[in-house]
Structure formats: structure tokens, C-alpha cells
């Protein structure tokens, strides 16, 4: 399993825990898993991953990273 394939994975196990809250809390509670527990370097892989087409994201965890990518992007502009 490669490095990616890990985040992947942990990416749809944290969507999958917040599942049951509806799928944009879902989305926002994964973002914020993420962003408070994940490495910046991990975070700028599966940002890269979901550019290049994301394959094996579940919908809740694809949306949580570009949620993370815009506030991130918004952050830089500002």
C-alpha cells in the first residue's frame, strides 16, 4: 500500500465516522479532523491526489478536502 493509498484510506475512515451526522457535516466535521491532526505535507499529497482525479475518495471525505483546499487558498490570499 502506498503512502497515498494510506491517506485515502484514512480519509474515507474519518468521513465514514462523521457519516451519520448528514453529508455537509459530515464534509465540515472530516475537514476539521484533518486539518487539526493531519501533517501539512499529508495534506498537501491529498491535495494533489483530488487534483489529479482523487479515484477511491468517498464523497465525504473528497468534499472535506476541498473545503480544506478553498479555506486554505483563501487564507494564502488574504
Same mark, same amino acid.
Do not use: C
Given at each position: 500500500?502506498?503512502?497515498?493509498?494510506?491517506?485515502?484510506?484514512?480519509?474515507?475512515?474519518? $468521513?465514514?465516522? #462523521?457519516?451519520?451526522? $448528514?453529508? !455537509?457535516?459530515?464534509?465540515?466535521?472530516?475537514?476539521?479532523?484533518?486539518?487539526? #491532526?493531519?501533517?501539512?505535507?499529508? +495534506?498537501?499529497?491529498?491535495?494533489?491526489?483530488? !487534483?489529479?482525479? $482523487?479515484?477511491?475518495?468517498?464523497?465525504?471525505?473528497? +468534499?472535506?478536502?476541498?473545503?480544506?483546499?478553498?479555506?486554505?487558498?483563501?487564507?494564502?490570499?488574504?
Amino acid at each position: 500500500m502506498s503512502s497515498l493509498d494510506k491517506l485515502v484510506y484514512m480519509a474515507n475512515q474519518i $468521513g465514514k465516522f #462523521f457519516a451519520s451526522q $448528514g453529508p !455537509e457535516q459530515a464534509a465540515a466535521g472530516t475537514a476539521d479532523h484533518i486539518k487539526k #491532526f493531519w501533517d501539512p505535507r499529508m +495534506r498537501a499529497a491529498i491535495y494533489e491526489y483530488v !487534483e489529479a482525479g $482523487g479515484r477511491g475518495l468517498d464523497l465525504s471525505a473528497r +468534499r472535506a478536502i476541498e473545503l480544506l483546499k478553498e479555506a486554505e487558498s483563501k487564507k494564502l490570499k488574504n
